[in-house]
């Protein structure tokens, strides 16, 4: 864990932080800010009232910009179209809230909302082993892709060889081909052919 000083207040940072959204713009002209989520149900980010914020990465900060703040505390945030609005204590006015754009909005993964039976957070999936129904391992989950009608598996395997290379897969995430998601084992079993 990362400990900042803010004000004269030390601030933690979450070990199980989630990058869930970015900031896009100010909103209104009382320091309002707008947040690009990154999943179309944004419920990790009313899930808490302590965002925690990122520069962009590979993006440093503009020469004389303020230092952008470790944490924000939140008094308000709503959906409004794509975006989430909110407002936070460490920011008094629009001029505040530019100096925001682009920074990364992290929370802790122990403040998301508890998922139903058979629903699974992303952050969750990723880094799980993909093996199907013969005991074939057919690589990891890199990332998720959202076709709009179901999620989508990108497994990647590493190939053995000379010049080893990357393989994937892509597995729709549905019951028709995922049998079994087993997060404490880190495994996820599935019904895919190696020729698929």
Known sequence: MSVFTLDDEQVAWPDDAVEVGRIVDAWGIKGGIKVLPFSSD????????????????????????????VRLRITQAKEHGDVVVATAQEVP??????????????????????????????????????????????GTVADLLDTGAHSVLRVVRQTEGEKPEEEERLIPFVAQYVDQVDIPGRRILVDWGLDY
């Open 42 to 69: 944004p419920q990790a980010l009313f899930s808490t009232r302590r965002w925690y914020l990122q520069p962009p990465a590979g993006k440093p900060r503009p020469a004389g910009a303020p230092a952008l703040p």
């Open 93 to 138: 006015d629009r001029n505040a809230a530019e100096a925001l754009k682009g920074a990364r909005v992290f929370v802790p993964r122990s403040s998301f909302p508890t998922a139903a039976t058979d629903e699974f957070y992303w952050v969750d999936l990723i880094g799980l082993a993909v093996v199907n129904r013969e005991g074939v391992a057919l």
